[in-house]
């Protein structure tokens, strides 16, 4: 037996054993979360979620002191056009986290899950931004 096999006959048995409280993670998420408690706000400026029913994208305009983003949401696709941030886009949901690589200003993310959605993104002078929530 390897280290490891035995590795994981342990985290078998913790697992089945004393599992981690529904309560601990909930919690270590939300610590998570405050880790860039910082981070430059990117308000809503714009939206189409009123007038676009049901089958269209979503279309959002967010806009920071340094970057501004805009954003389509169409199923479980995220595409975002960025001005004034380079490196990568974050796009998070409260239950995942997704990196995609900047290039020439755009991003693309698929399979992200419905429902709430914000973007994380680096301004061009380090200063980190995130957007607003937003429904998916």
């Known amino acids: 037996m390897t280290d490891d096999d035995f590795l994981d006959v342990l985290r078998a048995a913790a697992a089945e054993f004393d599992p981690v409280p529904a ?3 909930r919690d270590a998420s939300a610590a998570l979360a ?3 408690l910082d981070a430059e706000l990117a308000e809503l400026l714009e939206s189409d979620a009123v007038v676009r029913g ?3 994208p979503l ?3 967010f806009e920071s002191e340094r970057v ?3 954003l389509e949401i169409s199923g479980d696709v995220v595409r975002g056009l960025v001005t004034g ?3 990568e886009a974050v796009v998070e949901t409260p239950r995942s986290r997704r990196s995609v690589p900047i290039l020439d200003g755009w ?3 698929t399979d992200v899950p419905s429902g709430l959605v914000r973007v994380r993104l680096t301004a061009l002078d380090g200063t980190p931004v995130v957007t607003q ?3 998916s």
């Open 107 to 109: 991003f693309t993310v």
């Open 23 to 25: 309560g601990v993670v």
């Open 34 to 36: 405050l880790r860039t």
């Open 85 to 87: 941030a380079e490196g």
């Open 68 to 70: 501004t983003v805009n």
């Open 59 to 61: 279309l959002l305009a």
């Open 133 to 135: 929530w937003a429904r």
């Open 54 to 56: 049901d089958d269209g």
